[in-house]
């Protein structure tokens, strides 16, 4: 089991620096432009609902969200954790809105709205608005809800419907959920002129929503391509490529070109049988945040052969879906962030699986990519990203005989996630992977 | 003495065997819907002859069945729920009505309905705004969920059946509301645990059973001489659920609890659903709007100074000020239940509104077992020792 | 006219007797135990001894801690978080924060004019509590009394980084068998529980006078690792054990004097010292 320590164990693509790099350029360039007097907005990540919106009006986003796991990752969250302690916010709270709840006290009630100087990558400034999303979970409208504590700025709550999996089938549901998008964002647009004093271009949003829904389709065909065997391409890639194409960072004709060389280079791979990491012995699924701050934990996985094929529900682009014929980008936008949950919804019911957005894609990522296992994630502060992780094992166990194992962690209190604890557990996994296999090669499945 | 088959005696018997007459009317070939919580509009299964039966937790059961599939860090009143659910204590249930009012609803729908085989099971969605597309929306939902229903019921929800049922639980609301008048009285005329008992009791019966428990239990109320003895703080109890007596007789050991704005307490009685010419839009208006629970988002409209907050702040909670000044109300407890998002996120804001009215406010924070009232005890005691 | 304040705590229980002065007579201290019913009576007598009092003397009882309810000669119960706020407060007149270490919990609480006006208190995660002292010094083979000393020699603080008290175990065993000074991994033991103390306490808005009770405060070491995590001057009193039970005492002469005021001096109460027992018993 000797390992050769000095060759690099994840094979990363080429394809993925530049869009890595494009999310460091985007942010120290939205700095610039909002010290430079530009208005801010804090966002919340809307699955390509809000977003385009702002980006149409040109308006700076800052995301807490991504702010609280930086202020994790460089060890200065404590501080904002603690005031939020302090100032009444109970502590099972999602530990990102209690690293901003804190920021935003301290910067409001301490320096006047000044950025503290102690806040890394230069802080987040004063926001005009804030823009939340329904999306996903309770805590991220409430936090935002809560910010107007502290900050005389307006929220913004965008709404995200979500309908049982037979429920979605009723007929004229679908028309109705579009109908409420259209207008809600429609409404949305108005605030936003009222807020920035200017009004929408029109051309420019059509021109957007066109790029942000092909910029997707794109990245959706890098993924598929990973389907081959080996894996052309490991998770690390999909986290490090993916902000471009979920926030819409940076400019659109600029990433649709980095996504669009991204997928001939994996394609170069599959034809030429490369694998992103030397050996693949396992292949795996991954839910459902990573641990951010100990992404090298993947790469010792890869020194024994577990290859990251596919993962996060939560951040993949959706399924792709032919809007060519709706003339309202309005119309174009709301069906595109609806197909991000709803294009799973008819398999779901074929499959009968009912167990919620989140809960059904991983059945199809652990069958078309064909996964020996699946490595969970629970993280203990974050509870929507963690509740449907027991459901999300006792399927792929029941309907493919694929294992899990869960790794407990948290997403701001990174003290929980143990990694030579995870790595002692993997051995044995190993072991359950390869007798699962059996299994399923009993059960007529070919993987 | 009342007869322990009317009034408060009644509701105290109902409540210690909730399911004895909904088992009575499924004997009879009626069929029992139940429903986890109060946004679900139980007057379309009224109209059609369903009874509506309040699903909840027990705080005497230990959890061990929900470990399958709900992780610890949950709401532990939904995952008793479900516990109670998966164990089979609610076997005569012909299906349920879930609704999307918080993640712990919704999630526990999904996994309910994945682990069990109703006959029927509807998950109703709904927005998280009151705006006017919000609520067409939802009018949306309610109108797949007449849908839905009438297949399983095999007959129509017609207007004129909803406009009776809505009738019916409107008068309901209209009669617990004047039951809580006899709280305003020092010492008030019922007591916090009665009250709970006589809530649970008109979720575990039909709708005008439910209405004429309330008739004899007013009745009983004015004119007992046996009441609740007078304990100095006047308390108004906040939180999401609270439906459990073991709680409520922690607060009531020294204090006269004379309101609680739970979903065991006014909270789903203290508005009407307005006349409408479009029912259901009526129904969704009340619902949406009028349930005053942490989970939907409002917001003042927007203003021009920094005065914001505190217009936002009585937008939100100014519906209390009447009751505090009214019931004489001299503390407030905010009741959270561990890991409940939408409550923890609008406590701060409701004890800063609080502190603007002077009244003085504690929060505690319990866990949904028994083990949990004695450090909650300690918490109560203390706070009043601070008020009194 | 005389009072008295029982304090039963989980592991010690105290009694206190006062005067109208607020002058100690007695003060008894002893080991609550599993029989704390049978305690209370038999420390209550060797207190009335210690003054030379007999139980029809005293005017008022107040009974306070985790065992107040069994009490049966108290004429009140009082909560330990009121007790202690009003001990303090007649130790320190202008005490505004009081902070009591226990072994099975932590209470902040806030003082104004003498009285509690606020509090908050961990009786959940014993890794908040003195039993976090107990058990990491009982794994590292040490007395709970010689940790507070020991911390204070160290030369620099080596960080524990476990958030619960069951794993710390295993945490400061391994940085000994690593090489770590043991008055070094002692200092950090303490430093991890005044954090988590002191992050409980700032809930409060915390104002000088700072004053620690309680177990804790007999601990050297942990007054100083308090005074380094609040940042302020922490006083502590001589006998951090009692402060609850002279609250008590106190909050029971005030409570008498006060229905004597706006009543009349109420007839002496017939009061018989004996065991707490689970029958009724009907007092002529």
């Known amino acids: 089991m000797s390992v050769d320590k000095g060759k690099k164990s994840i094979n990363r693509l080429d394809s993925m620096r530049p869009l890595r790099a494009k999310v460091n350029e985007t942010y120290l360039k939205s700095l610039e432009a909002i010290q430079a007097g530009k208005p801010a907005v804090w966002g919340m990540l809307n699955f390509y609902y809000g977003d385009p919106i702002l980006k149409a009006m040109d308006i700076e986003v800052v995301y807490p969200e991504n702010y609280g796991a930086i202020a994790a990752a460089m060890g200065v969250a404590q501080q904002y954790l603690d005031r939020a302690d302090a100032d009444g916010f109970p502590t099972h709270l999602c530990g990102y809105s209690l690293t901003t709840l804190g920021y935003a006290s301290r910067m409001m009630r301490e320096l006047d709205g000044q950025i503290p100087p102690e806040a890394p990558l230069g802080g987040m400034p004063r926001p005009l608005f804030l823009m939340s999303s329904a999306a996903v979970c309770d805590a991220r409208y409430k936090w935002f809800q809560s910010l107007g504590r502290y900050m005389d700025a307006p929220v913004w709550t965008l709404e995200a419907p979500s309908p049982g999996v037979n429920e979605f089938f009723i007929d004229g549901n679908y ?229 899990s194992l869960s790794i407990e962690g948290d997403i701001v209190d990174l003290r929980l996630f143990d990694p030579e604890d995870a790595l002692a557990r993997a051995e044995p996994f190993e072991e359950t992977m390869r007798y699962y296999k059996k299994m399923r090669e009993q059960k007529g499945l070919d993987w | 003495m009342a007869d322990d088959c009317e009034g408060l005696g009644k509701a105290r018997q109902i409540y210690s065997d909730r399911s004895l007459r909904a088992r009575e009317l499924k004997a009879e070939g009626r069929r029992i819907i139940g429903y986890p919580c109060v946004y679900v509009p139980i007057e379309m299964l009224t109209a059609l002859g369903l009874i509506p039966y309040r699903s909840c937790g027990d705080i005497r059961e230990p959890v061990t069945e929900a470990d399958r599939a709900l992780p610890g860090s949950f709401c532990p009143i939904m995952r008793n729920c479900l516990d109670c659910a998966l164990k089979s204590k609610d076997d005569f249930l012909d299906g349920v009505v879930a609704i999307h009012s918080s993640d712990p609803q919704e999630k526990t729908a999904r996994v309910w309905q994945s682990y069990t085989d109703y006959p029927y099971f509807h998950f109703i969605d709904m927005p998280v705004t009151v705006r006017p597309e919000a609520v067409e929306y939802f009018r949306g939902q309610l109108d797949d969920l007449k849908k839905t229903l009438e297949a399983f019921s095999g007959k129509a929800l017609t207007e004129s059946k909803l406009e009776e049922a809505i009738e019916s639980h409107n008068r309901q609301r209209s009669l617990v509301r004047q039951l809580h008048e006899l709280t305003k009285p020092s010492p008030p005329l019922i007591s916090g645990t009665e009250l709970i008992q006589v809530v649970k009791a008109l979720m575990s019966l039909p709708v005008a059973e439910g209405n004429d428990l309330l008739a004899e239990v007013m009745s009983e109320v004015k004119n007992r001489t046996d009441g609740p003895t007078r304990k100095g703080a006047r308390l108004l109890t906040w939180g999401s659920t609270l439906d459990s007596i073991e709680i409520m007789q922690v607060f009531e050991a020294n204090s006269n609890v004379v309101m609680d704005e739970s979903c065991g307490g006014i909270r789903a009685y203290r508005a009407e659903v307005q006349n409408s010419a479009d029912p259901l839009e009526g129904l969704a208006s009340y619902y949406l709007k009028e349930i005053t629970c942490a989970r939907t988002f409002r917001q003042a409209e927007l203003g021009e100074s920094r005065k914001d907050y505190a217009r936002d702040l009585q937008s939100r909670f100014g519906y209390l000020k009447g009751i505090i000044r009214e019931w004489q109300v001299s503390g407030v407890i905010m009741l959270l239940v561990r890991y409940c998002d939408p409550f923890a996120f609008e406590m701060p804001s409701l004890k800063d509104y609080l502190d603007s009215l002077g009244v003085p406010s504690t929060y505690i924070e319990y866990d949904y077992t028994l083990g949990a009232l004695a450090p909650l005890r300690t918490r109560v005691e203390a706070f009043l020792e601070t008020i009194s | 006219m005389y009072y008295a304040g029982v304090d039963i705590g989980s592991t010690m229980t105290k009694v206190v007797v006062i005067d109208g002065s607020d002058d100690l007579l007695s003060v008894i201290k002893g080991p609550t135990g599993p029989e704390h019913r049978q305690l209370a009576n038999q420390a209550m007598a060797q207190a009335l001894e210690q003054a030379s009092l007999q139980i029809d003397d005293i005017a008022f009882i107040v009974a306070t801690g985790y065992g107040r309810i069994n009490v049966p000669f108290a004429d009140l119960q009082m909560t330990e978080l009121s007790c202690h706020a009003r001990g303090v407060s007649i130790l320190f007149p202008d005490a505004r924060t009081a902070i009591d270490i226990g072994g099975q919990d932590a209470k902040c609480m806030k003082i104004s004019s003498g009285r509690l006006v606020n509090f908050v208190m961990n009786d959940k995660c014993a890794a908040g509590t003195g039993r976090f002292l107990e058990v990491t010094a009982a794994a590292l083979g040490i007395n709970l009394e010689e940790m507070g000393d020991l911390s204070l020699r160290a030369t620099e603080r080596v960080e524990i980084s476990s958030l619960c008290t069951v794993f710390a175990q295993q945490e400061v065993v391994a940085l000994l068998s690593r090489g770590e000074k043991l008055e070094n991994i002692v200092a950090g033991i303490h430093s991890a529980l005044a954090g988590r103390i002191s992050t409980l306490a700032r809930r409060l808005a915390i104002e000088p006078r700072v004053v620690l009770t309680g177990g804790g405060a007999k601990n050297t070491g942990m007054v100083e690792a308090m005074k380094e995590k609040l940042g302020c001057a922490i006083s502590v009193p001589e006998e951090p054990l009692i402060t609850g039970a002279i609250g008590a005492a106190v909050l029971g002469k005030e409570i008498c004097l006060k229905t004597a005021d706006e009543h009349g001096t109420p007839p002496a109460k017939p009061r018989r010292l004996e065991r707490a027992t689970f029958f009724k018993e009907e007092y002529p």
Not at chain 1, 273 to 278: D, L, S
Not at chain 1, 366 to 394: F, M, N, Q
Request: aromatic share 12%.
């Open chain 1, 175 to 403: 028309d109705r959920m579009v109908d409420m998008g259209v207008k809600h964002l429609k409404d949305f647009v108005s605030f936003v002129e009222g807020m920035v004093g200017r009004k929408m271009d029109w051309d420019k949003l059509d021109s957007t929503a066109n790029l942000m829904i092909e910029v997707n389709r794109v990245w959706h065909e890098v993924n598929e391509l990973r389907k081959a065997k080996p894996c052309p391409m490991h998770s690390r890639d999909f986290w490090s490529a993916m902000p471009a194409a979920l926030f819409l960072a940076g400019d659109l004709e600029d990433s649709l070109n980095l996504y669009r060389d991204m997928c001939r280079e994996v394609k170069d791979r599959v034809d030429s049988h490369t694998g992103a990491i030397p050996e693949e012995k396992y292949r795996l699924v991954f839910a459902e945040l990573p641990p951010w701050h100990s992404l090298n934990f993947f790469d010792k996985l890869a020194e024994r052969g577990w290859n990251f094929v596919i993962e996060s529900f939560g951040y993949r682009p959706p399924i792709p879906i032919d809007l060519s014929g709706i003339a309202d980008p309005l119309e174009r936008i709301t069906r595109f962030n609806l197909q991000f949950f709803a294009g799973y919804y008819e398999d779901a019911r074929k499959q009968n699986v009912l167990g919620g957005a989140f809960a059904y894609p991983y059945l199809k990522y652990a069958r078309e990519w064909k996964c020996d296992g699946a490595l969970l994630h629970p993280l203990i502060s974050c509870r929507s990203a963690s509740t449907h992780l027991p459901y999300v094992s006792d399927m792929l166990m029941e309907e493919l005989q694929v294992p």
